[in-house]
């Protein structure tokens, strides 16, 4: 599987970004998929996770303003970032592995075999 992640920039604090994760070499339509991210000087941590058999997940700092959603169609995750704040600022990761993932380890990197190469999100004050 090979993950391309777009749709990163430059926006103002209070905007919106849509970005995209599109899936080659295999269908993820039934494969739990998330969005990390990693800050400058910082570790990557966890935003949002979308699975076939259980509801999204979101880490508590983007709840209510992060939305993760998929296109079976176009094998496509998406994370609609809206209210975006200064500390948004990272580079965004996509990541997939084959099948599910125990819901309590969704919210874990380790748990995810496939990344994509990341896109950079800057939110200016």
């Known amino acids: 599987v090979q993950l391309q992640a777009s749709g990163g920039g430059l926006v103002q604090a209070g905007g919106s970004l849509r970005l995209s994760c599109a899936a080659s070499?295999?269908?993820?339509?039934?494969?739990?998929m998330a969005w990390f991210r990693q800050a400058p000087g910082k570790e990557r941590e966890f935003v949002a996770a979308?699975?076939?058999?259980?509801?999204?997940i979101y880490a508590n700092s983007v709840k209510g303003r992060f939305t993760i959603s998929r296109d079976n169609a176009k094998n496509t995750v998406y994370l609609q970032m809206n209210s975006l704040k200064p500390e948004d600022t990272a580079v965004y990761y996509c990541?997939?592995?084959?099948?599910?993932?125990?819901?309590?380890?969704?919210?874990?990197?380790?748990?995810?075999?496939?990344w994509g190469q990341g896109t950079l999100v800057t939110v200016s004050s």
């Open positions: 990541a997939t592995r084959n099948g599910r993932i125990v819901t309590s380890f969704r919210n874990q990197a380790e748990a995810y075999e496939y």
């Open positions: 979308i699975s076939t058999f259980s509801a999204n």
């Open positions: 070499g295999r269908t993820v339509s039934r494969d739990d």
